[in-house]
């Protein structure tokens, strides 16, 4: 089983199309979040078009399991065929459990606590637009950053479960090289 993972595409058609040739050939798509509107704080780019992007997502041919972003209405719910208004998605396979959601309203703290009760083992995020892979206890946290509004001065991002592999990897989406790289177990 692979899974592709992004966030924050925040409407950008170019960099959803860059991100998606890097997973494009997994069983599913965990998307945390921000998936059109390109946000009171950042700049519009010349890419922005929500509405084609809208186009390209219900033309994948694959499940993408969405967790809902602070920029993501009801109305962006009419353009998609999948849900993207639910805050918190849990998805299993085999011995794993993954707790998907944007990542703005949950610190790490509060998560580790949940992970105790609800026994899940991995987190996906997005909301920071800044990649990363950490380990906390037995939790593993990743966010796979954007491939349309990356922050902190890295480069655009979108990352890939592995479990056939034992592996998390962060992918530069310019150049598909890896960022970060993390075993699951």
């Not at 798509?29 to 921000?34: K, L, V």
């Not at 892979?133 to 939790?139: G, N, P, V, Y």
Request: hydrophobic residues 35%.
């Amino acid at each position: 089983m692979k899974i592709g993972l992004l966030s924050d595409t925040h409407g950008d058609l170019d960099a959803f199309k860059l991100a998606y040739e890097i997973i494009k050939d997994t069983d599913l798509i965990i998307h945390s979040g921000d998936l059109f509107y390109h946000g009171l704080f950042n700049l519009i780019k010349e890419s922005y078009n929500p509405l084609e992007l809208s186009k390209f997502v219900n033309g994948i041919k694959k499940p993408i399991i969405y967790a809902k972003g602070n920029c993501d209405s009801e109305v962006d719910q009419l353009a998609v065929d999948f849900s993207i208004m639910d805050p918190v998605r849990i998805f299993y396979y085999n011995e794993n459990i993954i707790y998907i959601h944007h990542g703005h309203k949950k610190k790490d703290e509060e998560l580790l606590d949940l992970s105790k009760k609800f026994k899940f083992n991995i987190v996906v995020s997005g909301h920071t637009h800044i990649f990363r892979i950490d380990r906390k206890d037995k939790l593993i946290f990743v966010n796979p950053g954007s491939p349309s509004l990356p922050k902190g001065g890295n480069p655009p991002s979108a990352g890939l479960i592995d479990f056939d592999n034992n592996e998390i990897n962060i992918i530069n989406v310019s150049n598909q090289k890896k960022l970060l790289s993390s075993n699951i177990t």
